[in-house]
């Protein structure tokens, strides 16, 4: 099993999961061009990708989901409601639908769709289960509820939001609306509620944390890592490897079999 955040950012984001069988993609926010090259960079041919799954219908989320969807035949799993209001959805050729909480199945994999809170139709984030363990994604989200608690928990490898500092965001050039917005419930979570929800998923097995979705204004890499090893130092738990996603580059790919970052 590996993963890997191709984009991870304001400006688009992609993530790859790859098991034994199963090769595929949450969202795709860049041009489907520039997928192709980020995947080729992790050893990957796009057209080897069997699905994407949406989590919802922003830019950065489905700027290139058509058109990588249409130059490969890559079947596109998303939310019935989602699909109402996909931008430019009637060229959206093969795509199937499904609803949060209900679970599906493709090859090896099985993924369960979760609601999360933000400003879209029906946003969701996903687990994604196989014989190896788990995997939880959740950006895009205003707060973390028990429900998402509860879907995350015993993931060995998590995905998980840490979007803004408070301090940045608060003395930034953003106009107020915005900032509120940003936020609320509805919104993003910033570096400290992020350790938060990190704190509540700790577990024995816990192997990798990627930190997805930093804002390029209002957070940098080192303030969002030094929030999340304020909680791993020394929880007694476990001792997880721990990633910062980049808007520039793919990360390094996590491999569950040896427990190690690689190409």
Known sequence: MRVC???SGSKGNSIFI???ESRVLIDVGLSAREIEKRLAAVSVEAADIDAIFVTHEHSDHVRGVIPFSNRFKTPVYIHHQTREVFPDGKRLKVHQEFDSGASFHLKDM?????????DAVAPVGFTVETVQGKIGVATDLGIATRLVVEQLKNSRILVLESNHDDDML????YPWVLKQRIRSRHGHLSNNASAELLTSLLW????????????????????????????LKNNGLCSPILAVGSQAAPSLCFNLENGRFNH
């Open 110 to 118: 099985v993924i369960t769709p979760f609601p999360i809170t933000h």
């Open 170 to 173: 608060r003395d930034g050039p």
């Open 204 to 231: 024995d097995n816990l192997e990798a944390v990627f930190l997805a979705h930093l804002s390029e204004q209002n957070n940098r890499p080192a303030l969002a890592e030094q929030a999340a090893r304020g909680v």
């Open 18 to 20: 790859e098991t034994e």
């Open 5 to 7: 955040l191709l984009a």
